[in-house]
Structures are given as structure tokens and as C-alpha cells.
């Protein structure tokens, strides 16, 4: 099967973009005690380079849900990792890779509100907001993505290519 990947958002652009959302949320921030939530597997980059971006330390934690399996369309959503830490008073930032329908988002905001956390804001660095399927907010954007399937930068095919620096649509 060929493959071809044509370049989306440049490493440039995508360190350019982290660096302003570091500074946005550390304003938000400031002098609370926050929870930075990782959802596995895809949002590991871009959560690495966000908390480095941050002029302040958050813990750090993470979830892991899974809904596409080898494909490129979303299947049944499992839940496979929770959180250690208990976030009940406590302001968490949801970190996600990509926002498509809304369907892991709104699964794991309602299992953490639940919790009752001071605050839940979610941050995202692409988001397909015209893919909806269930409602959900999304307080900090990277990127409007094109309806396209996405790799890179943390996003994957059956796996592969998280590795890439920068985001490419996957022309198959
Ligand atoms: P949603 O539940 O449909 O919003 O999507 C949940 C997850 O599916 C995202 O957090 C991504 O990990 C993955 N996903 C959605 N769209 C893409 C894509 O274009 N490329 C790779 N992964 C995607
Ligand atoms: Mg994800």
C-alpha cells in the first residue's frame, strides 16, 4: 500500500503556537495549584513541550483511552489508565493531542468532574470542531485542523509515525 505524507503545521509553527499557549495558560495559572492531565498516548509531545513552555510546575498525571485501534476512523472507546492523583479541589488542565468527535473529551470530562475538581479547562492542540458528535468545550486550541487524517507530532497510524515533528495528513 503507498503512502505519502504532506506537510499540515511545520515544527516551526507548532513551537511557535506552544510557546504562546505556555504563556496564555501560566497568566490563567498564576499561584493556582494545578493538575496537568496527559491523555495517552498521543498528547506525550505536545504535553512535553506545553510544560516547558509553562512558567510555573504542575504535577503531572495521565490518562489513557483508545478509540481508533490500527484504522482511521473511531471504533468503541475503552478506557485503559486512570489517574494516581486524587484531583478533588485541585485546577486540572486536560491535555489532548487532537479534539475530533468530542466522544473520549466528553467520556473523560464526565468521569473527572465527577471528582470535583476546583476547575476542569481542557487544551488541545488540534480540534476538528465540525466533526461533533457529543458537545464539549474546548478551552485552549493549537489549531483548526483540516478534515483530514493526521499524523505526527504525537499522532498515529496502527502506531506509527508519533515520532515526527511536525503534523502531516496521511494521503493513502
Ligand atoms: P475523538 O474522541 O473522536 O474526539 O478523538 C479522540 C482521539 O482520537 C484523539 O484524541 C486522537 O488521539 C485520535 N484522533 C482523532 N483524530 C485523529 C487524526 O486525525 N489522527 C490521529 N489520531 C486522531
Ligand atoms: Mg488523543
Redesign the pocket.
Known sequence: MSETLREVISEAAIAARVAELGREISAQYAGLDVVMVG?LK?ALPFMADLLRALDFCPDLDFVRVA??GDGVA?GELRFLMDLETDIAGRHVLLV??????????AYLSNMLEKRQPASLKVCTLLDKPYRREAAVTVDFVGFAAPPV???GYG??IGERLRRLRGVYELIR
Open positions: 491523555v498521543g478509540s481508533y473511531p489532548e493531542d487532537i479534539v475530533d468527535t468530542g466522544r473520549s473529551l487524517f493526521l499524523v499522532m498515529d
